[in-house]
């Protein structure tokens, strides 16, 4: 499945990720060397998190919300759409046409995009 969007800025805060947060990412995506900070698209549509999405549970990281996880790839490049248990369920701060994908690369500085530009993500 191919998800299309553009890209926008983010509020910062997935670039403030504390080392043990970026730690469980890691382990629950597969992703080595996972970067601190997440690249924001706006869908052209609502998009639902795959019934295989990984839960990170709000306990297991002191957070207020569980976490899921689910695994896509961007210009060839392993990434995992990160997206909170209340965002899905269309009651958290963001949007389900919103979505944040994290990666071990930079995806914006490696293609030089900018916002408004298109992107497609590969699930």
């Known amino acids: 499945m191919t998800i ?3 890209i926008i800025s983010g509020r910062g805060d997935c670039s403030e990720w504390p080392d043990y ?3 469980h990412y890691r382990r629950l995506s597969g992703i ?4 601190k900070g997440t690249l924001n698209i706006q869908l052209n549509n609502a998009f639902n998190m795959p019934e295989s999405s990984r839960v ?3 306990e297991e990281w002191n957070g207020q919300d569980d ?8 210009f060839g490049h392993e990434a995992a759409i990160i997206r909170t248990v209340k965002n899905e369920a269309g009651v958290g701060l963001v949007s ?7 990666s071990n690369v930079n ?9 408004g530009d298109k992107i497609k993500i590969e699930m």
């Open 21 to 23: 947060l970026v730690d």
């Open 4 to 6: 299309e969007g553009l």
């Open 32 to 35: 080595n060397d996972l970067k």
């Open 96 to 102: 389900k046409n919103i979505t944040e994908i994290a």
């Open 67 to 74: 976490v899921l996880i689910a695994n896509c790839n961007i």
């Open 107 to 115: 995806f914006r500085e490696i293609y030089n995009l900018s916002d």
């Open 56 to 58: 990170l549970s709000d």
